[in-house]
């Protein structure tokens, strides 16, 4: 069965915060959908006159009990912010935190179509929330829609790539697109640019084998990482004799014991599921006590960054919100 809705989960990062530890990897922590802040706080007066920026990371999960593989996934921004502050998206990594963001990150977000498009239009108008976050650049990938929301079967939706670098009225975009559109969308239809990380799988490296006449043939038996249980770890495996072995996560610490002579499928208590399986088919030659294997696990998850500005004097908004949304296949 292909991965279903459900299935795709935002999850916290580890730390929450405005300083350098913001971010991190990712939590056990699911955030919970249409609940006020939650993601980021309210924005007190003080805040709003003398304006202000703050970063929240988050992963999106595809967490499918088959391990299926998210194909071309892309993340855009669905419907930004009514409100006078942005919320846009950009990259991360598995690891990276608050303090290693420069400010000069590519960043992605929507606007809104400011006059109507035919069918069969190759330059587009669109209202953005400021010319200098260059949103829109040549080779992006756009989603336009006039769909009321994400899951909503009215309305269309196309995906059209950026032919070259838009021209700019003020804050409003003249986008020249590679290809006509296949539909019409009338004025206040939503155009978003997509980031595209590429496919998306729970991931191991090859394991730094330090032995002297052991081996692990992770080309033919790979580590497999679990898509509900894997997690960013450093993992270090132990041998305790020529047989048994322990493993250690960097943060978690001790996990288990295995041997070569049977698979080792550690148990992720937070979702019960393994954190990854070892075939021991993949072990030869002869190892013995102190013997190591080192790797490090990744899980099935896109690292995002959310950043929100808010303007110098911005005015007081009650129920203001934004809504990110991911598109892909499954194989």
């Known amino acids: 069965m292909p991965i279903q809705p459900a299935e795709i989960r935002w999850m916290r990062a580890s730390a929450i915060n405005d300083g350098p530890s913001n971010g991190g990897r990712m939590s056990k922590n699911i955030v919970p959908d249409g609940v006020k802040n939650n993601i980021f706080p309210d924005v007190p007066q003080a805040e709003r006159m003398a304006g202000s920026i703050r970063y929240r990371k988050l992963f999106i999960q595809f967490a499918n009990p088959d391990n299926l593989e998210a194909i071309t996934p892309k993340v855009f921004v669905e419907s930004h912010t009514p409100a006078g502050d942005s919320v846009l998206i950009m990259a991360g990594t598995y690891i990276d935190t608050q303090n290693?963001?420069?400010?000069?990150?590519?960043?992605?977000?929507?606007?809104?179509?400011?006059?109507?498009?035919?069918?069969?239009a190759t330059l587009i108008e669109v209202s953005t929330e400021g010319a200098a976050l260059n949103l829109f650049r040549a080779g992006d990938l756009l989603r336009i829609t006039s769909k009321s929301s994400i899951s909503d079967p009215a309305g269309s939706e196309e995906f059209v790539s950026v032919a070259s670098a838009p021209s700019y009225i003020g804050d409003l975009a003249r986008i020249t697109l590679t290809v006509p559109l296949a539909n019409p969308f009338n004025a206040g239809a939503k155009v978003a640019s997509c980031y595209q990380p590429g496919n998306i799988k729970a991931s191991c490296t090859a394991p730094q084998v330090n032995a002297g006449s052991g081996s692990f043939n992770h080309a033919s038996f790979p580590i497999?990482?679990?898509?509900?249980g894997g997690i960013t770890q450093n993992w270090l495996l132990t041998f305790v004799s020529a047989t048994a072995y322990n493993v250690v996560g960097d943060l978690l610490g001790a996990i288990g014991s295995g041997t070569i002579n049977a698979p080792f499928s550690p148990n992720n208590a937070d979702f019960g599921r393994p954190f990854f399986t070892l075939d021991q088919r993949a072990f030869g030659g002869t190892f013995k006590a102190g013997d190591t294997l080192a790797f490090t696990t990744h899980p099935a998850a896109i690292p995002l960054w959310y950043k929100r500005v808010v303007p110098a004097g911005a005015l007081a908004y009650s129920g203001n919100q934004v809504i990110v949304g991911v598109d892909c296949e499954s194989a």
């Open 100 to 120: 290693d963001l420069n400010g000069n990150e590519r960043l992605y977000g929507a606007g809104i179509l400011q006059t109507n498009a035919a069918s069969g």
């Open 224 to 228: 497999k990482v679990d898509h509900i």
